[in-house]
C-alpha cells in the first residue's frame, strides 16, 4: 500500500510538471526513471528468491528486448547456473565476458560455470587470465578445487585457507577443504575442518554425514558430539554402520545398522536392506 502512494505521488509531481508548460521531455524522463527502478527491483527478485526456470525466461526475454545490455546478460546466466543448465550457462558466460563492459567478477564467474558442466581444464585456463591482485572468495575457491582436481595439495590448502578467511560464512569450503583431506587419506586433519564447518553452520548434515566417514576411516565409531535431529542420528548411524563393513568390522557395522533402524522415527528402509545384505552375506 505505501509502495503505490509513493507511486502516486511520483507521478502526480511528473503530471504536475507538464501543466507547467513543460514540452514533455521532462515527463518522458521521469517515466523513464521509475521504469528503471521498477525494473532493477524485478531483476533482483528474480535472481534471488524467483523460480530459477522462470528467470531464465524472463532475463531471455529482456535480453531479447534490449540486446547487449550487460546488466541483462548477466541476469540471464546466473539464472541458468540457478537452474542447474551448467553447458547453457557456459555459453551465456562466455557472451558476456565476450561484452566490452565485461569485468574479472564475470571471468571469475564463467569459470565457475566451466566446473560445474566438468570442464575443469577450460576453468583453469579461464582463471589464469584473471590478475592475481583480483581477490575475492569465490576466485579463491574456485582456485583451490582446481587444485585439487590437479592433486596439488600444497596450492589446493593455501587457496582455501585463503577463500576461509574472505567470507563471513565459511562452513561450504571447510567442508570441500575437509572433504579434500578425506581423499587424500588425512582423515584427522578432515575430521577436524568437518567439525569447524558444522560450528559455522549446524544445520549443514553434508559435513556431518562427512565427519562420520572421517572418524569411521580411523575406526572410530562413537557418533561425534554435534547437533542432530532424530532422523539425522539414524541416517548418521547408517553411514557409520557402512563405513565399519567396508573396513571388516562386520560385527560392529551389524550393530549400527541395528541401532540405525531402532533410532529413526519412520522405516529406515536403507539401513534395513543394509542389515538383511549383511545377513544374507554371513548365512551363505
Known amino acids: 500500500m505505501r509502495h503505490s502512494i509513493m507511486f502516486a505521488v ?10 507547467c508548460g513543460d514540452d514533455g521531455a521532462q515527463v518522458d524522463r521521469a517515466l523513464r526513471d521509475v521504469n528503471v527502478v521498477d525494473e532493477t527491483n524485478l531483476n533482483d527478485v528474480m535472481l534471488t528468491v524467483g523460480d530459477p ?5 524472463y532475463f531471455t526475454r529482456a535480453s531479447a528486448n534490449d540486446p547487449g545490455r550487460i546488466d541483462l546478460m548477466r541476469g540471464l546466466a546466473k539464472s541458468l547456473v540457478r537452474a542447474g543448465r551448467a553447458p547453457e550457462a557456459v555459453t551465456a558466460w562466455l557472451a558476456v ?11 571469475v564467474d564463467l569459470a565457475d560455470a566451466h566446473i560445474r558442466a566438468n570442464q575443469w581444464t577450460e576453468a583453469e585456463t579461464v582463471l ?16 583451490a578445487m582446481i587444485a585439487d582436481s590437479n592433486e596439488e595439495w600444497q596450492r589446493a590448502d593455501s587457496f582455501y585457507e585463503t577463500a576461509t578467511g574472505l567470507t563471513t560464512r565459511p562452513a561450504g569450503v571447510l567442508n570441500n577443504w575437509g572433504f579434500s583431506k578425506l ?26 554425514n562427512n565427519l562420520v566417514l572421517a572418524r569411521g576411516a580411523q575406526r572410530n565409531y562413537d557418533l561425534p558430539v554435534v547437533p542432530m535431529s532424530q532422523v539425522e542420528r539414524a541416517q548418521l548411524l547408517h553411514t557409520l554402520a557402512l563405513s565399519a563393513i567396508k573396513q571388516g568390522d562386520v560385527t560392529i557395522g551389524k550393530g549400527l545398522l541395528t541401532q540405525a533402524i531402532e533410532t529413526h522415527p519412520q522405516h529406515f528402509e536403507a539401513a534395513v536392506r543394509s542389515l538383511q545384505a549383511l545377513e544374507s552375506n554371513v548365512t551363505n
Do not use: C
Not at 565476458?97 to 571471468?107: K, L
Open 53 to 57: 526456470d522462470e528467470a531464465v525466461n
Open 128 to 143: 589464469d587470465t584473471v590478475p592475481p591482485t583480483f581477490e575475492t572468495y569465490e576466485r579463491y575457491r574456485l582456485e
Open 183 to 208: 581423499t587424500r587419506g588425512d582423515y584427522s586433519g578432515a575430521e577436524r575442518l568437518f567439525a569447524d564447518a558444522i560450528r559455522h553452520d549446524p544445520q549443514m548434515f553434508t559435513a556431518k
Open 97 to 107: 565476458t565476450g561484452h566490452g563492459e565485461a569485468t574479472d567478477a564475470d571471468r
Open 10 to 19: 511520483s507521478v502526480l509531481g511528473i503530471l504536475t510538471l507538464s501543466a
